[in-house]
């Protein structure tokens, strides 16, 4: 019976691990489907810029959105900043 007990237990944590290694799942904390969002680093990648930069970059632009401890940056509301705000942003 105890070694059942033992083989459910090492069920749970390697499934626990599982979810931790995945990430938290923000899409049911984000209702609006029309609109864009990444994770800083995701971020990072897509603007091929450093990492501490496109934070700094996100927040001057107001577009972080935080979801209990973790943070999304708005991606739409980043990119009108980049053009409304900075040089080599598309002419008009």
């Given amino acids: ?6 083989i459910d237990e090492a069920e749970r944590k390697k499934e ?3 979810k931790l290694r995945k990430g938290p799942d923000l899409d049911k904390y984000v ?5 864009r969002y990444t994770s800083y680093a995701g971020g990072a990648r ?3 810029m450093s990492y501490y930069t496109f934070i700094k970059l996100a ?13 999304v ?3 739409d509301v980043l990119e009108k900043y980049i053009e409304e ?3 080599g942003g598309p002419k008009k």
């Fill in 73 to 75: 940056v708005d991606l």
């Fill in 16 to 18: 626990l691990l599982r």
């Fill in 1 to 6: 019976m105890t070694r059942k007990k033992e």
């Fill in 85 to 87: 705000n900075c040089e």
């Fill in 46 to 48: 897509i603007y091929s």
């Fill in 31 to 35: 209702d609006d489907k029309k609109r």
């Fill in 59 to 71: 927040k001057e632009a107001g577009a972080n959105v935080k979801i209990k401890k973790n943070v």
